[in-house]
């Protein structure tokens, strides 16, 4: 979210506008307020697209049909004007994660709760089709999830695009097998595409790269034999045959008909209390909403991400549920015990949280410092564009206290903005680390001296945090899940920055070289040298900064990596190969690979597996065994492999190859559960170092020739470089 500049327009419609959120394919979205207070996600459709005759006819026609759908399961359109001067459209906002943030962040479904799900989308896709329309984009990221059950979004806004050769490809993966864009398609292309979303629900793990047959299994798999009746119905949705797939209504019946109109608790605790969270974070969002004191003009603070991009960890508000006409907001970086910088006798020194009594003033200092999992940032999916949004929360922060924004410089103490223009290129001899703030729209570029944070989809330097210049090579750096708290390695002990405040400390005493948070920001695993027992991974609680655990290891720790459940902790050990930690048994470490340690290495969002390169091919180890699930070989030629990564987006392996020259060469990827290969469309990029953002939808690394650093997305088109 952005304050409005003065290009842009205050009114649409009978919506006063109160901020950008961001831009989609058909052109911004806007934050706006009916003078009833009812508030919305208003698009101000692109001039060139409402000026083509075609286009305007199709998305017109789409919404007249939209507009006649009432049913609970469904996003009402609140409004649209495709003559006007400025034409626009207006959708109510849902209170609740979308279905692909609450599986990514509690886990896949049960199988009552899957059920649930289905039965409320069968219900929603009969009354879109009844009305005479297809969605013709149904993904997980098109599915909100509230108390009552879940919620369709988007309905025939992509069916428009196509009309104007607008496409999605990162949706492709849930399109039906016989669908192209451009093509002619039905109501069977939705079932396809439910049957698809279901089985993501049910295993945590996008269909991306492979078949009907293999995404069937992976269902069955997921479900226990209780729920055959279940999984049998699916199963239909994903014949590949489209005619002999059910209707929606005929899914419905087979399902055990509509949902009752007051549910009993449906989801599992973990989830019901993350649905919880936004219902009260939308409730306080629309009382500052129908205020008016939403956000007023100003320069532009942070740019939104990505289409569709999750920005794990906070939860995804796309609008709110319970009477579909209100508005929903992410709560803002929440006092929550953190690290706390604080000054004493004039140098920087770690404290504790105050106790809530004695608050008042020390909650200005210290409520930026970590945010709980759900709480920092937040993603609104609205009409199909994904905005990042940090707004307040009254019941949260004292009135008096601003949220920061740690992806702009208007969030980041000026003391840490630099003053001189970084470096942005660099040598492939010249060791340097990539990192990804937890949302993906911040880029750490971790070298000898120091650490250069930049909002990548401007190309624009955010702070400048000085580091140790005998560090070589230099440390990987960890975010804070809000983003707001650096930290990373140094001779003395991990440097931790607010950067609200700009203020430092140390951690863990000793030389430190890695460190990374936990998922939920409660644990920061630091990486030792030189303790007496040989215990060279400590757990620090960033509540006080005290060690509350110290774990065995037998090398000097190169990088430290969580799985996205938390439950895992893989580190690379020097010249020791990789030490897995399994955190419900601390005492117990186990060592995988051959032995070379080097910090190549991803690990399964689940814990379930380590991808380790091994020679001439990149390798899927149980962490348990350590035994060879599944081998990634590439085609035949010079070059060697370097670097692995994981898109848990797209269920990619993609691995670097150099050349004999030591220069970046290219890019490989397979699909993880098939170990087929990916084609990959047009000169693939050649990244190395390489990393990827924790959504999985962005690959940053350094580019062959030119040098300089750039950021993909998985299919390998360029979308941002580092340049001044």
Avoid: K
Avoid at 308 to 317: C, K
Avoid at 629 to 650: C, H, I, K, N, Q
Wanted: proline share 9%; charged share 20%.
């Amino acid at each position: 979210m952005r304050p409005l500049t003065p290009d842009d327009p205050t009114h649409l419609g009978g919506f006063r506008l109160t901020a950008h959120l961001g831009s989609g394919a058909l052109g911004p979205v806007f934050a706006g307020v009916r003078e009833d207070g009812v508030a919305a996600a208003v698009r101000a459709v692109r001039a060139e697209d409402a000026a083509d005759p075609a286009f305007h006819s199709l998305l017109g026609r789409e919404a007249e049909i939209i507009a006649r759908i009432r049913n609970r399961f469904v996003v009402p359109l609140l409004g649209h004007d495709l003559t006007a001067a400025h034409p626009w459209t207006a959708s109510a906002y849902v209170s609740g994660p979308s279905l692909l943030d609450l599986v990514h962040r509690t886990g896949p479904l049960p199988a009552g709760a899957l059920a649930h799900i289905a039965r409320g989308m069968a219900e929603a896709l009969d009354h879109v089709h009844a009305a005479g329309t297809i969605h013709l984009g149904l993904t997980p990221a098109h599915v909100l999830v509230d108390a009552a059950g879940p919620v369709l979004v988007d309905t025939g806004v992509r069916r428009a695009a196509d009309g104007a050769r607008i496409t999605s490809p990162g949706d492709s993966v849930y399109w039906a097998p016989e669908h192209l864009p451009g093509d002619r398609s039905s109501t069977a292309d939705d079932l396809y595409s439910l049957g698809a979303v279901l089985a993501f629900a049910a295993t945590g793990r996008a269909p991306a790269g492979t078949g009907p047959a293999a995404i069937v299994d992976a269902l069955r798999a997921g479900l226990d034999g209780t729920a055959s009746a279940l999984a049998d119905a699916v199963a239909a949705c994903l014949e590949v045959r489209p005619e002999r797939r059910p209707s929606a209504a005929e899914l419905l019946r087979a399902l055990g008909g509509p949902l009752p109109q007051d549910p009993e608790p449906w989801l599992p605790s973990r989830a019901r209390a993350l649905v919880a969270r936004f219902e009260e974070d939308s409730a306080a969002a629309l009382r500052t909403a129908r205020s008016g004191q939403g956000p007023g003009r100003g320069p532009a603070d942070d740019a939104a991400a990505g289409p569709f991009e999750p920005a794990s960890p906070g939860p995804r508000p796309e609008g709110r549920r319970a009477d579909r006409s209100g508005a929903t907001a992410a709560s803002g970086c929440r006092e929550h015990p953190g690290i706390g910088v604080g000054a004493a006798n004039g140098s920087a020194t770690l404290s504790p949280s105050p106790a809530r009594a004695a608050a008042a003033a020390r909650r200005r200092r210290v409520a930026v410092r970590i945010a709980a999992a759900a709480g920092a940032a937040a993603l609104f999916v609205t009409t199909g564009v994904a905005l990042t949004v940090t707004l307040s929360s009254e019941d949260v922060l004292p009135a008096d206290v601003q949220a920061p924004d740690c992806s702009s410089p208007v969030g980041i103490d000026p003391a840490l903005v630099p003053a001189e223009e970084p470096r942005t290129r660099f040598s492939p001899d010249v060791p340097f680390r990539l990192s990804f703030s937890p949302n993906g729209s911040v880029l750490a570029v971790s070298q000898v001296g120091g650490v250069d944070l930049w909002d990548w989809d401007r190309s624009s330097p955010l702070a400048a945090i000085p580091t140790d210049g005998s560090v070589v090579p230099p440390s990987p750096v960890t975010f804070s899940p809000n983003g707001c708290v650096l930290v990373h390695g140094g001779p003395e002990g991990a440097a931790v920055t607010d950067l609200p405040t700009g203020e430092g400390t140390l951690v863990g005493g000793g030389s430190v070289h890695s460190v990374a948070f936990s998922p939920d920001g409660g644990t920061l695993a630091v990486g030792v040298e030189g303790d007496p027992d040989h215990r060279l991974l400590h757990l620090i609680d960033p509540d006080t900064g005290e060690t509350v655990s110290a774990l065995a290891g037998s090398a000097r720790l190169g990088a430290l990596r969580y799985s996205a459940d938390g439950g895992t902790l893989v580190g690379s050990e020097d010249n020791a190969g990789f030490a897995v930690w399994r955190l419900d048994r601390p005492g117990e470490v186990s060592l995988i690979g051959d032995g070379s340690g080097n910090e190549a290495f991803a690990v399964l969002p689940d814990g379930s597996g380590v991808l380790l390169v091994q020679s001439d091919r990149v390798v899927l180890v149980d962490p348990e065994t350590g035994g060879v699930e599944r081998e990634f070989v590439p085609p035949s030629g010079e070059g060697v492999l370097v670097d692995v990564a994981y898109s848990r987006s797209t269920g990619r392996v993609v691995a670097a190859r150099l050349d004999a020259a030591m220069g970046a060469e290219s890019v490989v990827a397979w699909d993880l559960r098939t170990a087929e290969r990916i084609s990959l469309a047009g000169e693939p990029p050649a990244v190395y170092p390489m990393a990827v953002s924790p959504s999985g939808n962005h690959l940053a690394g350094l580019r062959a020739g030119s040098h300089d650093i750039a950021v993909y997305d998985m299919d390998f088109s360029l979308v941002g470089v580092l340049a001044q």
